[in-house]
């Protein structure tokens, strides 16, 4: 019973840890592979350090398509949201194929989340 008790508490104690973790877990698996959080670190996607309030296609040293240069978007909560559900109907001809979106909500806020703190 008392190892019972210590593992429900140490199960716990280490909730709060997971949460924070949520936004990193969630762009690590479905951003990550393309994008890092590293100022100037571009990939196969730009780097995603520094989003918020940055006109889209403007990353320097990245190669953007022109719909994404010429999109007009600064980026926010509520664009960067529906981008990550479905890029293509944000920004149509976007080059981020094979990415289709994430439905679902709550991992779109966690991504959202962990972009604006800057990762």
């Known amino acids: 019973m008392r190892r019972f008790m210590l593992a429900l508490v140490l199960a716990a104690s280490a909730a709060p ?3 924070q973790n949520d936004g990193q877990t969630a762009f ?3 951003c990550r592979m393309c994008h890092t959080m590293k100022e100037g670190d571009n990939r196969q996607g730009p780097s995603l350090a520094g989003i918020f ?3 889209a296609g403007s990353a320097p040293g990245f190669n953007y398509s022109p719909s994404m240069k010429q999109s007009g978007i600064t980026w926010d909560e ?3 949201d529906e981008f990550i559900a479905n890029p ?3 920004v149509n001809g976007n080059t981020m194929k094979p ?3 994430i439905n679902d909500a709550a991992q779109r806020k966690a991504i959202v989340d962990f ?3 800057g990762g």
Do not use: W
Request: no cysteine.
């Open 88 to 90: 293509e109907q944000v």
């Open 115 to 117: 972009l604006k703190s």
């Open 99 to 101: 990415y289709g979106g």
């Open 53 to 55: 309030g940055r006109k």
């Open 28 to 30: 690590n698996t479905s």
């Open 78 to 80: 509520a664009n960067l």
């Open 17 to 19: 840890a997971f949460a």
